[in-house]
């Protein structure tokens, strides 16, 4: 028994005699409390029901016993543990078959091993392609790839072991979820190019020694900050004194706020400070509009562009779209 983790059905090989009635039952000490209990042979090595020890022969039970006895830690508390495996004779005697140690309880089983060598200790290496920051900052749409490695305490590469993957939009309230888990090579290596469209992320990968088990062994976090993708159009490109312009435009990333997203519409002289002259808000499917008249003769030439602020209800870092230009005459 090398298993830190006893899950659901658990086998245990032991042997046992006794000369009076025989070897009758393994019992499961949690923490100094015998909570489960195993008969370890048929009738009439069984007591009378309602009793603990009245048999109906004065030899009940075999005089040993040997092999495999199997117990369901469906019966035991979950976490961690002191327990011991007992075995008893029909007369009440007591022995230690195996314990005391520490166990990880756990109610259903957790699947078989995760990797080669599956193990209680182990590294994330871990990095964005091409940086040595944990943190990444992109533009809209693009894809930077995540590089990492898993290796055991001793720098073993452990290969063919699954790397879960939980992601947290940088929006207030957003819930974690789960995607595809990453699979190592034969290097203890995995790779992963983020999709088209991704928001700011924190992305968490753990290592769990078991398929199917609640604690992972080791976690790794990285950061992905994505500019807000934005589209600005107008509708002329020359105007003359006391004509308008339309700007329209639409925010790319998803998923938008229910009451729409606030958008700043700015222009300056080239090369000047941006100055904010409009704030509009975009719809629910992130369209947005404005008209701007020019009170003033040209010759003038000016650029124009939309910027969207970072905001907790928005997963997405400032972004500004293209710039556009008008020419006054």
Same mark, same amino acid.
């Given at each position: 028994?090398?298993?830190?983790?006893?899950?659901?059905?658990t086998g245990i090989s032991f042997g046992a005699t006794d000369q009076g009635g025989g070897v009758y039952r393994m019992g499961i000490e949690v923490d100094g409390q015998v909570l489960s209990t195993v008969n370890l042979a048929g009738d009439p090595c069984r007591a009378w029901p309602g009793t603990e020890r009245t048999f109906l022969a004065p030899k009940p039970c075999p005089s040993s016993v040997g092999g495999v006895s199997t117990f369901d830690t469906k019966d035991l508390p979950e976490g961690v543990h002191t327990v011991r495996v007992l075995v008893?004779?029909?007369?009440?005697?007591?022995?230690?078959?195996?314990?005391?140690?520490?166990k990880r309880l756990r109610k259903t089983d957790p699947g078989p091993n995760n990797g080669t060598p599956a193990v209680d200790q182990a590294i994330i290496k871990a990095a964005w392609e091409g940086r040595e920051s944990d943190l990444r900052s992109i533009k809209y749409n693009q894809q930077p790839v995540l590089r990492g490695q898993l290796l055991t305490a001793a720098g073993q590469p452990i290969r063919d072991a699954f790397v879960r993957v939980t992601i947290t939009r940088d929006a207030r309230n957003s819930p974690p979820f789960e995607r595809e888990s990453l699979t190592t090579n034969s290097e203890g290596r995995f790779r992963w190019r983020m999709p088209k469209g991704s928001s700011s992320r924190r992305i968490q990968l753990a290592y769990y020694q078991r398929v199917r088990d609640d604690q992972p *062994? *080791? *976690?790794?976090?990285?950061?992905?900050?994505?500019?807000?993708? *934005?589209?600005?159009?107008?509708?002329?490109?020359?105007?003359?004194?006391?004509?308008?312009?339309?700007?329209?435009?639409?925010?790319r990333g998803r998923p938008l706020p229910k009451g729409g997203k606030v958008v700043e519409l700015q222009a300056r002289d080239p090369g000047g400070r941006w100055i904010t002259f409009r704030t509009v808000r975009?719809?629910?499917?992130?369209?947005f509009s404005s008209r701007y008249r020019f009170r003033n003769p040209g010759p003038a030439r000016f650029q124009m562009r939309a910027r969207v602020r970072?905001?907790?209800?928005?997963?997405?870092?400032?972004?500004?779209?293209?710039?556009?230009?008008?020419?006054i005459r």
């Open positions: 028994m090398t298993n830190t983790t006893w899950a659901g059905p008893e004779d029909a007369a009440g005697n007591q022995a230690t078959v195996y314990g005391p140690t520490t *062994v *080791v *976690v790794k976090t990285l950061r992905l900050q994505v500019a807000a993708g *934005v589209t600005l159009r107008l509708s002329r490109t020359t105007a003359r004194r006391g004509q308008s312009v339309r700007l329209r435009g639409t925010l975009a719809n629910g499917k992130g369209a970072r905001s907790g209800d928005y997963p997405y870092a400032t972004g500004t779209s293209p710039i556009r230009s008008i020419r």
